[in-house]
């Protein structure tokens, strides 16, 4: 997958918050619990006591099927996130890994 | 869509859910919001709150609001607690602290998933114990100190605001210092034994403002489970979501299995179902034609003309229900006064309603010299109330910012990191 599509590279990134790379392979955070609503889904962290919230259907497959791809661009490809929509998904991707709702996933690692 | 606009209308499962799990209580506070006192012979037992647990997981509701009564005079209380914790249901419990000595302290701070909420309604023994009765300060004082030498870490504080208590917040805020813990201040609200003691205690109109100030300028770590959106109406919005969440984000189990649209609201009227009934608490909140009322087109009444109606929504159900004022009209505490006025016209022989359940101590009620106990700990058991009780910072606007994930919002179970 192309790193030019991303725009949530290191200079995208705040200061003081992880660094969210799109070419790296993520999973959803072992603490995280997802429960499927209308508009999305809620996301708890059992951890941090953190609610949030995923505002469209296909994010929620994204997060759900992160740790089935090599990077987080295949998740987004498999869940036909329209090109012209995956900055902005990458920059929602992006907080959610501040919020350590997501995590860089390493070799054999498991949630 | 809003996201705030699906929470209108219902969410699959609660996300704020108060689970009174006894209306047992040593005290006899005289704002219980349940008017607690003696056990229901008929409180659901050990095997059918696990069952209820059960549930609670199958449906994902990530954690609940656990009060009373008191619920460490459960002898079960322990047992329960570990059970929900070890099926994926984060607990945070209200309590008045009578069971938690050192040991208990010390058990709480090994345990993950689960916040401690102490009832305190003074930051001296004088008011404190006047409205919760004889030694209930130093009772709660003693379990914050066990707590605190046990690293429990960050537990909170919970105070009903009352006009006795108003001018403390700053003296809460010191206590909660000391402990390491977060003040968490919420509505009093004329529910249970609360409707008895509403007009000695509920804040004046001078106070109201008083309060709003000191939340706008001291607010900022301090939860509020939203309670006071009624106060929006002064000018600048406070932080959370100005919703009622009754029957669409919250609501009350109660020791006998009764599900109530909120915490503050035990009467027949907001009475959904049963846990006990074919199909659980999932069919109940699920379909009950009162819960699908209330997730419908509500009416605003003459309030929809006010400029502040979208600040303050028409206020607390439960604050015009037990103070006799229509579910259309004003909240009794409308800071233009539209409340008062509408108090004021109620005719002579209007029926306020009553509580549906009275499990007060036989032996305390009455006038009252010194004393009364009892929390208004809806909330949580906290609390929390009738608004959503999505502690901090408004996640509707958080949403807005990004159309695809919201920035996360921590719930009142929040903040302990551990």
């Known amino acids: 997958m192309s790193t030019t599509a991303a725009g949530a590279g290191p200079r995208a990134t705040p200061a003081g918050v992880e660094h969210f790379d799109a070419d790296q392979p993520y999973r959803i955070s072992g603490s995280v619990s997802v429960r499927p609503e209308s508009f999305g889904a809620l996301v708890y962290d059992f951890h941090t006591r953190r609610l949030s919230f995923l505002k469209t259907r296909p994010l929620v497959r994204v997060v759900e099927t992160l740790a089935d791809h090599p990077d987080v661009h295949g998740a987004l490809e498999a869940a036909e996130v329209p090109a012209p929509q995956r900055d902005q998904y990458l920059k929602a991707l992006a907080g959610l890994a501040q919020a350590g709702t997501i995590k860089r996933r390493s070799e054999g690692d498991t949630p | 869509m809003k996201l705030v606009d699906h929470f209108v209308e219902g969410l699959n499962s609660p996300i704020c859910l108060t689970w009174e799990l006894t209306y047992a209580c040593n005290l006899s506070c005289v704002h219980c919001l349940s008017s607690s006192g003696r056990r229901d012979p008929n409180e659901l037992s050990t095997e059918e709150c696990k069952a209820v647990i059960d549930e609670l997981q199958r449906m994902q509701v990530f954690y609940v609001n656990i009060g009373g009564g008191e619920p460490t005079v459960r002898s079960d209380f322990w047992e329960l607690l570990d059970y929900a914790i070890a099926h994926d249901v984060g607990v945070k419990f209200s309590t008045n602290g009578v069971k938690l000595d050192k040991a208990r302290a010390a058990q709480l701070a090994a345990t993950d998933y689960v916040d401690v909420q102490i009832s305190l309604d003074g930051a001296t023994a004088e008011v404190n114990d006047h409205v919760r009765g004889p030694g209930s300060y130093a009772t709660a004082i003693r379990a914050m100190e066990n707590l605190y030498e046990a690293g429990f870490g960050?537990?909170?504080?919970?105070?009903?605001?009352?006009?006795?208590?108003?001018?403390?917040?700053?003296?809460?805020?010191?206590?909660?210092?000391?402990?390491?813990?977060?003040?968490?201040?919420?509505?009093?609200?004329?529910?249970?034994?609360?409707?008895?003691?509403?007009?000695?205690?509920?804040?004046?109109?001078?106070?109201?403002?008083?309060?709003?100030?000191?939340?706008?300028?001291?607010?900022?770590?301090?939860?509020?489970?939203?309670?006071?959106?009624?106060?929006?109406?002064?000018?600048?919005?406070?932080?959370?979501?100005?919703?009622?969440?009754?029957?669409?984000?919250?609501?009350?189990?109660?020791?006998?299995?009764?599900?109530?649209?909120?915490?503050?609201?035990?009467?027949?009227?907001?009475?959904?179902?049963?846990?006990?009934?074919?199909?659980?608490?999932?069919?109940?909140?699920?379909?009950s034609e009162l819960f699908a009322e209330l997730r419908g087109p509500q009416s605003g009444g003459a309030c929809t003309k006010c400029s502040h109606y979208d600040a303050c929504q028409g206020g607390c159900m439960a604050a015009k229900f037990f103070t006799g004022l229509p579910l259309d009209g004003p909240d009794p505490e409308c800071v233009l006064g539209n409340g008062e006025r509408a108090l004021a016209q109620l005719e002579m022989d209007t029926v306020v309603p009553k509580p549906s359940l009275d499990h007060s101590h036989r032996t305390t009620r009455g006038p009252r010299k010194d004393a009364g106990d009892g929390a208004q700990r809806g909330s949580t058991g906290g609390s929390g109330p009738v608004p959503l009780t999505l502690s901090v910072r408004r996640p509707d606007r958080a949403c807005d910012s990004d159309p695809l994930a919201g920035e996360g919002t921590r719930l009142p179970a929040g903040i302990r990191v551990g």
């Open chain 2, 154 to 287: 960050q537990f909170k504080i919970s105070v009903v605001v009352t006009r006795h208590n108003v001018d403390q917040l700053d003296e809460f805020k010191a206590i909660a210092d000391r402990y390491g813990a977060q003040l968490r201040i919420t509505r009093f609200r004329p529910s249970g034994r609360g409707a008895d003691s509403w007009d000695e205690l509920h804040p004046t109109r001078e106070q109201q403002r008083q309060l709003y100030d000191w939340l706008v300028a001291r607010g900022e770590d301090v939860l509020t489970g939203d309670s006071f959106f009624h106060l929006s109406a002064f000018g600048q919005e406070l932080p959370g979501l100005n919703l009622c969440g009754a029957g669409r984000v919250v609501c009350l189990i109660d020791p006998v299995g009764d599900v109530y649209a909120c915490p503050f609201a035990i009467h027949e009227q907001f009475l959904a179902g049963n846990v006990r009934s074919p199909g659980g608490f999932d069919t109940v909140w699920r379909e």
